[in-house]
């Protein structure tokens, strides 16, 4: 049973790497977007591509951070009904929910891979190859999956507990 608390520390470690670095995009992407508004307004001259490479570092961002927004409960979640509900209900309904996120971001990994291992196209501008950024899709979902795991093995044995 220590592997796994071990294995839950190494994966929420990963996550909390992931998302520190991806945090670290969001000064350049700042820095760019105000250069890039300040060469438009005060000389008319704006940074050539600084839009798309402000969306494929968003996109990094957000991809890298899921998973970690997860892990610390980050997302929105409304427990209205659920706090109402015995306590067993409730995680029998944490439960399914969590099955049906499991189901639906393995089909994401999935295919983001499936996807991105044949993407051949680049940016428009500054012909940046997308095949990295669509295979980040699938390696955020593996980690969400993961994560989403971590949640299901906690519930199930609340649940088994009492």
Known sequence: ??????????????NLYLCSFGMLLLIPMMLLTAG???GRALWARPITGAVELS??????????GVAYTHQVKGHVRVSMLVSRLPE????????????????????LAWQGWAVGVV?????????????????LVSVA???????????????VGKLIRG
């Open 1 to 14: 049973m220590t592997w796994l608390v071990s294995l839950k520390k190494g994966i929420q470690r990963i």
């Open 36 to 38: 890039d508004v300040i």
């Open 55 to 64: 969306s494929y570092m968003l996109a990094v961002f957000i991809l890298l």
């Open 88 to 107: 067993w209900a409730g995680l029998s309904l944490d439960i399914i929910t969590t099955l049906l996120s499991l189901f639906i971001i393995f089909i």
């Open 119 to 135: 993407e051949r196209s680049v940016s428009d501008m500054l012909r940046i190859p997308q095949l990295p950024f669509r295979l």
């Open 141 to 155: 979902g593996l980690f969400l999956c993961l994560e989403l795991l971590i949640d299901l093995s906690a519930s």
